[in-house]
């Protein structure tokens, strides 16, 4: 017989209390690490928009606290939408003047996103560019305040396209396209540095009292010299269906401007046929990848069937959906610039020519491709020698 712990009794009391406490004091410290990380990357994020904003002292953009973003909000009573980014709400400066007020979510990024939009904007004044009236950077408070654009977005006049009231008409269409495509023109080729937008889509095209197109949401833009044709990017950054294939592998080619060119594409078809890129139309019985339901359309001379009223319609529809084909091509040498995308939306109807098989990998198809490629690009250098000599 061994004798008889007297600390036998302590001991079980104190492993089984620490058996208990032990996860739920894991768990505590846990959180404070968890807490503690997360106050330095907003400290470091606030410390990193402080010196922004002292780079950009002169801005001609009003500065705002928070205290006045809620006054201009009326306490964020009207949401108008939400993105990746934060939650937007309708604003009064005064009487006459409305906002769009764009609260940006503390609980992602390090305020990249905040330095993103606000290096972006200070450098754009274009008739459709989305205008920044202001901005809030008080402590990991952060907003940018917009010109308010009583119609909303784009989003609103495709998705509802069956219904005739909120059909823009085709005129309409035609107009807004190539609003959008002369924004981002000057976005690649006017600013001091080629602003690359990254998240075209019809939720970042707003709409004016005249229906004017803004582009907007530069949250996820990025800034390069003209002469930088690659850009890096350690992870891919846009909206499902609307990112080129080259930001997802760089198997397809280097991400570049180009991409921008892509997502105008994919916009241009939704704008065509009246939905989401996502949708699917079943022909034949099969399930057909939407912009090659438009493409075999355009290849057997059938029209698009949204609200064609006339011949003028047709010759609308059939060039907005050609220019989209072009600018979704998966090979950077087959896309347009958007200085391109310009001439043939302003062009000769007649002059446009059927883009390549996107969705074909044949011989036939390749070698369609290349003869479409040499066509567009000399009916483009015949436009551009004519603009010349006319400017001279």
Request: hydrophobic residues 40%; proline residues 3%; neutral net charge.
């Amino acid at each position: 017989m061994f004798p008889k712990s007297p600390h036998k009794g302590p001991s079980k009391k104190i492993v089984l209390a620490g058996e208990i406490l032990g996860p739920f004091l894991l768990v505590f410290v846990g959180f404070i690490v968890y807490w503690v990380h997360a106050a330095i990357v907003d400290r470091q994020g606030c410390i990193k928009i402080k010196y922004f904003l002292e780079d950009y002292n002169a801005l001609r953009s009003a500065r705002y606290s928070y205290a006045d973003i809620k006054r201009i909000t009326n306490q964020f009573k009207d949401e108008l939408g939400q993105g990746a980014y934060g939650t937007v709400f309708k604003g009064k400066l005064s009487n006459e003047i409305q906002v769009a007020v764009k609260l940006l979510n503390t609980s992602t990024g390090n305020g990249q996103e905040f330095i993103n939009e606000m290096e972006t904007m200070c450098q754009i004044h274009h008739v459709d560019v989305a205008r920044l009236v202001g901005y809030c950077a008080d402590g990991f408070k952060r907003a940018l305040v917009y010109e308010f654009l009583p119609n909303g977005s784009l989003q609103k006049f495709i998705t509802s396209a069956d219904r005739e009231d909120l059909f823009l008409g085709w005129g309409k269409l035609h107009d807004v396209a190539l609003g959008i495509v002369k924004g981002i023109e000057y976005l690649h080729e006017d600013c001091d540095k080629r602003i690359l937008h990254f998240d075209i889509k019809p939720h970042n095209i707003l709409l004016d009292d005249k229906f004017t197109p803004k582009i907007s949401d530069f949250g996820l833009a990025k800034l390069c010299s003209k002469d930088q044709s690659i850009v890096s990017m350690t992870t891919a950054r846009g909206t499902l269906g609307y990112i080129a294939p080259e930001i997802f592998s760089r198997n397809f080619s280097n991400v570049s401007y180009k991409s921008d060119v892509y997502s105008y594409g994919i916009l241009l078809l939704e704008m065509v046929g009246g939905r989401k890129i996502t949708d699917v139309t079943e022909e034949n019985g099969d399930q057909v990848y939407y912009p090659q339901w438009i493409y075999n359309l355009l290849e057997n001379n059938e029209d698009i069937q949204i609200h064609i009223e006339g011949e003028e319609d047709t010759k609308i529809a059939r060039k907005l959906s050609i220019v989209g084909l072009w600018c979704i091509q998966w090979h950077l040498a087959n896309r347009p610039t958007m200085k391109n995308v310009v001439q043939m939306l302003e062009g000769d109807d007649g002059k446009l020519i059927m883009p390549p098989n996107p969705f074909g990998s044949s011989h036939t198809a390749r070698t369609r491709a290349a003869n479409g490629v040499r066509r567009l690009q000399l009916e483009l250098s015949v436009i551009s020698k004519i603009e010349s000599s006319g400017d001279g």
